[in-house]
């Protein structure tokens, strides 16, 4: 852990976005991955996940848009740390079960308030299967469970599937903003929003190898 401004810092897992954060992500918090398709926002999750477990971090997985099985195979791929106990897998996924939003809201509270870091992987297909309105109160109200925890969440969504005011309302309603974006030119990522740090105002271009994400 990192200490900046009189706060803890929980790494990113990724080098340089910890050295454009200024040392990490402010002790609680809870930060919106907002990314166009295949830009790497899942591998960025567990790589995430993977690096909070290995400084043993009780940390928790919400797999919502794949089965668990699905996400362990991928972080084994990249060589990341999938199978230790201080890692849970929570199978939320929307694609093998029927669950009323309500069961959902208590089974993610449930897993946030037994955990220290967290990633819901992700919002968007909550919000296609429930609703703008419903995932986004979901989002108010794991702010507030974060808080509780001095927690660190990431919260992934998928940019242009949702209309312009849930993506606006999530941004808003999460402490730190992430904004990954595919170019014929690459992808890159920029932070956009901060808070309890200040950070490096410029774009970072996005390369994935077999060994997870590096920022260059």
């Known amino acids: 852990m990192i200490e900046h401004a009189a706060f803890t ?5 990724i080098v340089t976005l910890d050295e454009a954060l ?10 919106l991955l907002l990314g166009d398709a295949g830009t790497g926002k899942s591998v960025f999750c567990q790589q995430f996940l993977s690096k909070q477990v290995n400084e043993e971090f009780v940390s ?33 996924f929307l694609g093998g079960k ?12 449930e897993g946030i308030m037994d955990s220290q870091r967290f990633v819901i992987d992700s919002i968007s297909s ?15 109200k794991v702010h507030g469970w974060t808080r509780k925890i001095n927690g660190v969440g990431i919260v992934n969504a998928v940019r242009g ?11 808003q309603a999460l402490r730190i903003v992430i904004i ?14 901060t808070f309890r740090t200040s950070h490096i105002d410029r774009e970072l271009g996005i390369r994935i190898d077999e060994n997870g994400i590096k920022l260059i």
Do not use: W
């Open 98 to 109: 029927e669950l009323s939003f309500d069961e959902l809201m208590g089974i993610i509270k």
């Open 161 to 171: 599937m949702h209309t312009s005011r849930f993506e606006i309302g999530l941004q």
């Open 22 to 31: 200024k040392g990490g992500v402010p002790v609680p918090s809870d930060v």
């Open 126 to 140: 909550i919000a296609l299967h429930y609703g703008e309105k419903k995932a986004y109160n979901l989002i108010q």
């Open 180 to 193: 990954l974006e595919m170019r014929k030119d690459g992808n890159f990522l920029r932070i956009i929003k």
């Open 9 to 13: 810092k929980a790494s990113t897992g």
């Open 60 to 92: 928790t997985y919400f797999c919502v848009d794949h089965p668990p099985e699905d996400i362990k195979e991928n972080m084994f791929s990249l060589g990341l740390n999938n199978h230790t106990g201080n890692l849970r897998f929570s199978d939320v």
